[in-house]
């Protein structure tokens, strides 16, 4: 009787150890994948397009890929720009935090010496790249590039400082080793090739292939007046056409690796209907505009009330996951804060400034998993 106790006792023993060690390993395992780059995101690529509104995008014939893309992966159908002009969206996206501006005056890069994701990422050892279309070198810190920009003519800057948040930031344009990974678009062909894609991919498109558009003969689509034309929309649809099937046609294409396409702000003045209409709409930590109010460039003076949330407009992101969501919609409450916070969350980052507001800002984690 007293062996039979025994050999009970063992087994009970035995079971409970196997029972814990699974549990323990499993916990571990959690434990580490927070820590690094969690599995469902081995690349991450952030593609900002420019100033064109949610329905503007969605009801029109010459953006029919985008449409495509809209409604065969995910779209979050109340997303939202942080507030209006276009940098503070940049530096929403990147740090946070807006740091209190309206402009786009690119002399606040002295200023701008905050923690930002390029930060976050070397310190944890996490490889990245900024790939700006138009920069004519690597690390280039000047506000514009007026040189050749194929395949437009030559005479205009096409590359805008205030599209490119990394070389804002003090500690980026001013640190060699990092600046040197803001490099020109060009260079995202050969990298997707090779299999040398960074994690963290960010792509800015130039000021005529973002939807933006400009006046002169590198870009003939003016930014004012009708808005943009349909041949700038096309531009727009065909540069997404073209990156988004390299991407996804690459060694780079593994895994649960997520393109994020958006845009930074809906219409930020009462420039005609291909825009749409200036719109405050915002969520999530978008500020209150101060009382006085200040009056950002290109903001009809007319629409600004001080103490007023002041939004960035509804605009379209579509999240194409290659494991996730599939004709997915949802109607959460989002904006480039969110953008940040799936991107720290993936790769097991502290939460920047308003990116850690969990009240408030919701990461696109539902985006990324089949429903």
């Known amino acids: 009787m007293r062996n039979k106790v025994r050999v009970l006792v063992l087994c009970l023993s035995a079971a409970l150890v196997a029972l814990s060690v699974p549990a323990l390993a499993a916990g571990h395992g959690a434990s580490k994948a927070g820590k690094s780059s969690q599995a469902y995101m081995p690349h991450v690529f952030i593609i900002m397009m420019e100033n064109t509104g949610y329905s503007q995008i969605l009801h029109n014939p010459n953006t029919g890929y985008i449409q495509s ?85 030559a005479g205009n800057a096409l590359y805008l400082l205030k599209h490119d948040p ?19 678009l060009t260079e995202l ?15 800015t498109p130039d000021i005529c292939n973002d939807m933006h558009g400009m006046s002169g003969p590198a870009c003939p689509y003016p930014s004012t007046g009708v808005g943009p034309s349909a041949q700038q929309y096309r531009l727009g649809n065909s540069f997404l056409r073209l990156w988004v099937s390299r991407i996804m046609a690459s060694p780079a294409w593994t895994g649960n690796s997520t393109i994020f396409v958006t845009w930074d702000e809906g219409s930020y003045s009462n420039v005609g209907p291909n825009y749409g209409p200036q719109s405050d709409a915002g969520c999530c930590d978008s500020p209150i505009l101060p009382n006085p109010p200040v009056n950002p460039a290109n903001v009809s003076g007319g629409d600004l009330v001080g103490g007023k949330l002041f939004g960035g407009g509804r605009v379209v992101t579509v999240v194409i996951a290659r494991d996730g969501a599939r004709h997915y919609t949802n109607a959460t409450s989002y904006n480039h804060y969110s953008l940040l916070a799936t991107v720290e969350k993936n790769f097991g980052l502290p939460l920047l400034e308003n990116a850690g507001d969990t009240e408030r800002v919701r990461p696109l984690t539902a985006f990324l998993a089949r429903h």
């Open 189 to 203: 062909k050969g990298d997707l090739a090779s299999g040398r894609v960074p994690q963290y991919v960010w792509i």
């Open 69 to 153: 893309l809209a409604s065969t992966y995910g779209l979050a159908t109340n997303y939202f720009g942080v507030t209006h002009a276009s940098l503070p969206n940049y530096l929403a996206a990147t740090s946070g935090s807006t740091w209190d501006t309206f402009s786009d005056d690119t002399a606040q890069r002295p200023l701008l010496n905050h923690a930002n994701i390029v930060d976050q990422l070397e310190a944890a050892g996490i490889s990245w790249k900024a790939y700006m279309e138009g920069l004519p070198y690597p690390g280039y810190k000047g506000s514009s590039a007026d040189y050749t920009a194929k395949p437009h003519s």
């Open 166 to 184: 990394f070389m804002m930031y003090p500690d980026v344009a001013n640190n060699p080793a990092r600046a040197k990974k803001v490099v020109p």
